[in-house]
């Protein structure tokens, strides 16, 4: 809640005095007091939103803002020590599968065992790693994983360190479900399901939008009227900076450390936040458009790397 807080505090401000860029980073970092501060407040937002803030698992979407605003976290304070973020978000890419392990000794003294653990899978063809993190101890961490034994039917995988082994069967869709046993003996059942699918409605109707967030309101004639956003004639070259501005800049510098699967997770989002309807009330309104103002300057530099992605993979495939 003190990190929500915190962030609901700086995107006020942020917003109110149309800071962008690097300059609203440096403007924040002297709100809060210091860059270091900021990298603290940044990263932690990073880890709530990555890990579906302690209560579920995230979706696609969210787990690319996690690893955004952990990049973010990096850039102000290049010289803080911030853990690695292979380490604090797992690898680059989405995971082949999500879940949760619901552990027998959920009754016992035994905190670790209490309660339900979150798990994030990538799971190649003989090794892979999981990150886990549950409600109240948060993040449980990461560990490499290999592969047993495998049949067409079932897979036997077993930590690193072989204090945890998973002996499952898979589903038709290829989930796995099956039977967690740790070094001391406690058991659990595990159930890994293909993460959420990557959002493909790229919604361009303000209005529509709107209606789907509720942000339309009634103003005193009693009809529906909403603040429609401008959209920008955006001509910005990120190849050579030139008509580009702070905020196209600092996008492309957080974005361009994503990988395909992330920057097509946040897609859909930024549409729906470049072209979302507005209340029409004064206060409203102003934060409201400042954030179309952001999205669309977002989304601009997300279609420039995904256009360079979609390239570089093209030329992969001739050779």
């Keep these: 809640e003190f990190v929500q807080a915190g962030m609901s505090m700086l995107r006020s401000f942020l917003s109110r005095n149309r800071l962008q860029g690097a300059d609203a980073d440096k403007a924040a970092a002297a709100l809060v007091g210091h860059d270091n501060t900021l990298a603290s407040l940044y990263f932690n937002h990073a880890g709530c939103m990555y890990r579906g803030k302690h209560q579920r698992l995230a979706n696609p979407a969210e787990r690319a803002s996690g690893r955004v605003w952990a990049l973010r976290a990096g850039i102000v304070a290049p010289q803080m020590q911030l853990p690695p973020l292979h380490e604090a978000f797992g690898p680059l890419g989405e995971p082949t599968h999500v879940g949760t392990i619901s552990w027998e000794g959920a009754a016992s003294a035994n905190a670790l065992y209490a309660e339900v653990w979150f798990l994030y899978l990538w799971l190649g063809h003989d090794q892979g790693q999981w990150y886990g993190y549950c409600k109240r101890l948060g993040l449980l961490g990461l560990e490499n994983v290999r592969v047993k034994s495998r049949a067409a039917d079932s897979i036997a995988l077993i930590t690193e360190d072989g204090s945890t082994e998973l002996e499952g069967v898979f589903d038709p869709d290829q989930s796995i479900r ?33 209606q789907k967030r509720g942000t339309s309101s009634r103003v005193g004639s009693g009809g529906n009227a909403l603040l429609q956003p401008r959209i920008l004639e955006q001509n910005c070259d990120l190849s050579t900076a030139k008509n580009c501005n702070a905020e196209h800049l600092r996008a492309h510098e957080l974005f361009r450390g ?12 930024f549409h729906e936040d470049a072209h979302q309807g507005c209340p029409m009330t004064p206060k409203l309104a102003a934060r409201c458009t400042w954030d179309v103002w952001e999205a669309q300057h977002h989304v601009f530099v997300l279609e420039h790397l995904l256009a360079e992605m979609v390239v570089e993979e093209d030329l992969k495939t001739e050779f």
């Design 178 to 210: 099956g039977t967690v046993v740790q070094r001391d003996g406690t058991r659990g059942e595990a159930t890994f399901l293909a993460p959420e699918a990557i959002r493909t409605d790229y919604l361009t109707d303000y209005a529509a939008i709107a």
């Design 258 to 269: 994503l990988g395909s699967t992330e920057l097509r997770a946040l897609r859909a989002d």
